[in-house]
């Protein structure tokens, strides 16, 4: 059985979203940097299983670019107020 990109890609973003449940249960309302790392990753992985499924980004493809835009943003947003690139793996 082969892996595809979509599979990994929504797996990380699952991932990411247990992290920050049990962080947020734990510890507060805070956003943690590794969950928006994850959510980037995880949805790049889905952009690049598009546009090699497809051979062109579609619009489906360009919405996931936007969203990991966003995410990206996260990530380079909370390593500034807290402090570092080793942040994204606590």
Same mark, same amino acid.
């Given at each position: ?5 979509s ?18 249960a734990?510890? =507060? ?12 990753? +995880? %949805?790049? *992985? $889905? ?6 499924t ?15 835009? =966003? ?12 402090? +570092? %690139?080793? *942040? $994204?793996?606590?």
């Amino acid at each position: 059985m082969e892996i595809s990109l979509s599979l990994v890609g929504l797996a990380l973003i699952i991932v990411a979203w247990l992290v920050q449940i049990v962080f947020t249960a734990k510890n =507060g309302k805070a956003m943690r940097p590794c969950f928006a790392g994850l959510q980037f990753f +995880g %949805i790049a *992985l $889905l952009v690049v299983d598009m546009y090699q499924t497809a051979g062109m980004f579609t619009p489906l493809a360009w919405l996931n670019v936007a969203s990991a835009a =966003g995410a990206l943003v996260m990530v380079v947003l909370l390593l500034r107020k807290q402090g +570092g %690139i080793w *942040l $994204l793996f606590f």
